[in-house]
């Protein structure tokens, strides 16, 4: 056995349901799979180690935490490598090795993100100061696409206000959440950080248990609909962080040769399987011709195949599901009279769940690719003459969660974003993060914020001391 696999067969059970590589098709490991009922006993204890993890104190937890981001630096190529053997993703360019440095960087930012008693009132006799008290225990559900760093992003916060977590990971990429949770614990006290599987109903179950106090949910819009349904027998507090359909804006004085590169990873990264990923662009007639040519060119060049081959920078879609979903949205923009610049064309007998980069241009705002989520790589691109009827295309769906403005002009862009719907507005790129800076959706993209001291705040309860 490689040495770097030996994480993903310490996760792997020895009987269970099979675990393929979509990119081959070959078994990688087994699961088994929890049920509603494992949810109790993780959650019970949770709720048995948070008072001693919260009686540390902030300075303990926060060196707790930098431990096991030294754990994620010395385990990195081995949790590589279970990701991009479980959701597929490329070992290189901005894929497992990327996502395994991010969850170490967002774990070390967790742990040294100052957050100081803020005093509110200081006048003679009135004095009142605001605190961040721990939750209890926190609820953490993931998706399948980021699913190492997602639920870096949940745990890391949750743990340094003092709270436990039950971790609920993907039940697509159930061995990934396993592994980082398995590699971080090797720095953590025990019960502090647990992990449950199992489909939607444990998922549930979770958000409905009584001693959860918080749910960290990443995923789609119509199951973080689910989870605000759930929560209201018993009113944990909710971050959700749900999909969106981001929108790209170029302006007439944008220099297609200069934008093109970022416009493709803008909407390639991660094979498009990226909640901020760039989903819809709209280009004006003007320059329309030169930045689908410029597009082009630079996706023709981007090798994909199987994920673990290092020259690849793409690999497959991660299961069958979203497969059809980008197969049934590119039939359909074909069929409404929509150009097909390059792709659109899999190979439906080949192994894996390879979908060709995809490129679909002159189709119209209406289009089902245009409109819904494809989370795959096929980017549509709309053509417009009035710049309004961009602007009101772009916040003319029910998500936003980012959008992104492309100009030689920085106050243009500027004067475009304030208008945009969404959590964030990038100018000149598309879907950059960064640790120190709060990320969130607007619209039916979620409410509450994540990273930096807004995403401390948010796992915690403020507390007044007056007086
Ligand atoms: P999903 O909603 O199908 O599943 C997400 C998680 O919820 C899984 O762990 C699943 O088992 C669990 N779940 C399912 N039903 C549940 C229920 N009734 N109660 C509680 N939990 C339940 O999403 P997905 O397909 O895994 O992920 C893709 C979606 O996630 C896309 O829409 C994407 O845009 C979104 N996403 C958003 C962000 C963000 O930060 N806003 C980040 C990544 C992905």
Same mark, same amino acid.
């Given at each position: 056995?490689?040495?770097?696999?030996?994480?993903?067969?310490?996760?792997?059970?020895?009987?269970?349901?099979?675990?393929?590589?979509?990119?081959?098709?070959?078994?990688?490991?087994? @699961?088994?799979?929890?049920?509603?009922?494992?949810?109790?006993?993780?959650?019970?204890?949770?709720?048995?180690?948070? $008072?001693?993890?919260?009686?540390?104190?902030?300075?303990?937890?926060?060196?707790?935490?930098?431990?096991?981001?030294?754990?994620?630096?010395?385990?990195?190529?081995?949790?590589?490598?279970?990701?991009?053997?479980?959701?597929?993703?490329?070992?290189?360019?901005?894929?497992?090795?990327?996502?395994?440095?991010?969850?170490?960087?967002?774990?070390?930012?967790?742990?040294?993100?100052?957050?100081?008693?803020?005093?509110?009132?200081?006048?003679?006799?009135?004095?009142?100061?605001?605190?961040?008290?721990?939750?209890?225990?926190?609820?953490?559900?993931?998706?399948?696409?980021?699913?190492?760093?997602?639920?870096?992003?949940?745990?890391?916060?949750?743990?340094?206000?003092?709270?436990?977590?039950? =971790?609920?990971?993907?039940?697509?990429?159930?061995?990934?959440?396993?592994?980082?949770? =398995?590699?971080?614990?090797?720095?953590?006290?025990? #019960?502090?950080?647990?992990?449950?599987?199992?489909?939607?109903?444990?998922?549930?179950?979770?958000?409905?248990?009584?001693?959860?106090?918080? @749910?960290?949910?990443?995923?789609?819009?119509?199951?973080?609909?689910?989870?605000?349904?759930?929560?209201?027998?018993?009113?944990?507090?909710?971050?959700?962080?749900?999909?969106?359909?981001?929108a790209g804006i170029v302006l007439p004085d944008a220099d297609p040769g200069a934008i093109a590169?970022?416009l493709?990873?803008?909407?390639?990264?991660?094979?498009?399987?990226?909640?901020?990923?760039?989903?819809?662009l709209y280009v004006p007639d003007a320059i329309y011709d030169e930045v689908v040519d410029a597009?082009?060119?630079?996706?023709?060049?981007?090798?994909?195949?199987?994920?673990?081959?290092?020259?690849?920078?793409?690999?497959?879609? =991660?299961?069958?599901?979203?497969?059809?979903? @980008?197969?049934?949205?590119?039939?359909?923009?074909?069929?409404?009279?929509?150009?097909?610049?390059? #792709?659109?064309?899999?190979?439906?007998?080949?192994?894996?769940?390879?979908?060709?980069?995809?490129?679909?241009?002159?189709?119209?705002?209406?289009?089902?690719?245009?409109?819904?989520?494809?989370?795959?790589?096929?980017?549509?691109i709309v053509r417009y003459t009035d710049l309004e009827e961009a602007v =009101?295309w772009t916040?003319?769906?029910?998500?936003?969660?980012?959008?992104s403005v492309w100009s030689a002009d920085r106050e243009k862009a500027l004067a475009i974003a304030?208008?945009?719907?969404?959590?964030?507005?990038?100018i000149n790129?598309?879907?950059?993060?960064?640790?120190?800076?709060?990320?969130?959706?607007?619209?039916?993209?979620?409410?509450?914020?994540?990273?930096?001291?807004?995403?401390?705040?948010?796992?915690?309860? $403020?507390?007044?001391?007056?007086?």
């Open positions: 056995m490689e040495e770097r696999a030996a994480l993903l067969a310490r996760v792997s059970a020895g009987s269970g349901t099979e675990i393929k590589d979509p990119a081959t098709g070959a078994v990688i490991g087994r @699961v088994a799979f929890g049920t509603p009922d494992d949810v109790a006993a993780a959650v019970d204890t949770a709720a048995a180690a948070q $008072p001693g993890w919260d009686a540390l104190g902030d300075q303990d937890r926060c060196a707790a935490l930098m431990r096991a981001a030294d754990a994620i630096d010395a385990h990195a190529e081995e949790l590589a490598y279970v990701v991009s053997r479980e959701q597929g993703k490329t070992m290189n360019g901005l894929g497992a090795r990327y996502e395994a440095a991010g969850c170490a960087a967002w774990v070390r930012a967790a742990a040294s993100t100052p957050l100081p008693v803020e005093v509110l009132v200081d006048e003679g006799s009135s004095h009142a100061e605001l605190h961040y008290r721990p939750i209890g225990v926190v609820g953490a559900i993931t998706p399948w696409n980021w699913p190492m760093i997602i639920a870096c992003w949940q745990i890391a916060p949750a743990l340094r206000m003092g709270n436990t977590v039950v =971790q609920k990971p993907s039940e697509y990429t159930t061995l990934t959440g396993l592994a980082i949770v =398995q590699v971080m614990n090797e720095a953590l006290p025990p #019960g502090v950080l647990t992990a449950v599987t199992g489909a939607g109903d444990v998922g549930d179950a979770l958000v409905r248990d009584r001693r959860v106090g918080k @749910v960290m949910f990443t995923g789609s819009v119509q199951t973080g609909m689910k989870v605000i349904e759930a929560s209201a027998g018993n009113m944990p507090r909710l971050t959700l962080e749900l999909g969106g359909n981001d590169e970022g493709f990873w803008g909407a390639f990264i991660n094979n498009g399987q990226t909640c901020a990923a760039m989903k819809r597009l082009a060119g630079i996706a023709a060049k981007v090798p994909m195949g199987v994920g673990l081959d290092e020259g690849n920078a793409l690999g497959p879609l =991660q299961n069958q599901m979203q497969w059809n979903v @980008v197969n049934r949205l590119v039939e359909e923009a074909k069929a409404r009279g929509a150009r097909v610049v390059m #792709g659109g064309d899999p190979d439906a007998g080949a192994p894996g769940y390879f979908y060709p980069k995809t490129l679909i241009a002159d189709i119209d705002n209406a289009a089902p690719l245009v409109q819904e989520e494809q989370f795959g790589p096929a980017l549509p =009101q916040n003319g769906v029910d998500v936003g969660l980012g959008a304030a208008r945009l719907q969404a959590g964030t507005v990038w790129s598309h879907g950059g993060i960064d640790p120190r800076v709060p990320f969130g959706g607007a619209k039916h993209s979620g409410y509450g914020l994540e990273f930096g001291v807004e995403g401390l705040k948010a796992v915690s309860v $403020p507390q007044v001391i007056s007086g």
